[in-house]
């Protein structure tokens, strides 16, 4: 017993405790929008994460759908089965947070004896992932991601294969 309270020791001071997640995703999901990130609308979204650079979804949509590049990112018209609708997306960035022990240790010790911390930049650490959130609503501007519209299964079929296309692209 005494031979692991060093291992144990020495595993609770390198250790790092994450509070904050960003979610993963095989491919994508259906949720609304507001759930995953309190600044999007509350509409039922198709999310997924995005791997490429920032704006490349916006020239993607653009050359797509013969768009000026002027970064408009929300009414933006496509027919689906003979009807038009209207798309939306949003760039959002979801953090992994974690609190590094020891470095804060380590810091905390120096400073109960004077000196300057050493490893203040490292007390925390921050990975950020990007996600595309894509609402489409009809000429009413009802929600046609909801599962109670009569056109989501078509609609949901659409944004999975243009996202498809959009990881495709290089």
Known sequence: MKT???LFVFLMIS???PFKIAPQFDSDKV???KKFKKKLPKKYALIFEDPKEENVFYDFIGRKY???YDHNNTDIPVAINGRIYFMSFYETEKTTRTINLFPILLDGYLMSKG???WLQDMEFSREGH???ALIVTDINGEDCISPKSAYRK???QYLRSLRIE???TS
């Open 15 to 17: 250790s790092c405790i």
């Open 115 to 117: 000196q300057e911390p």
């Open 31 to 33: 949720m609304l929008a």
């Open 154 to 156: 078509e609609v949901l």
């Open 4 to 6: 692991l309270l060093p």
């Open 66 to 68: 013969q768009l000026d």
């Open 130 to 132: 990007w996600y595309l």
């Open 166 to 168: 959009y990881l495709q």
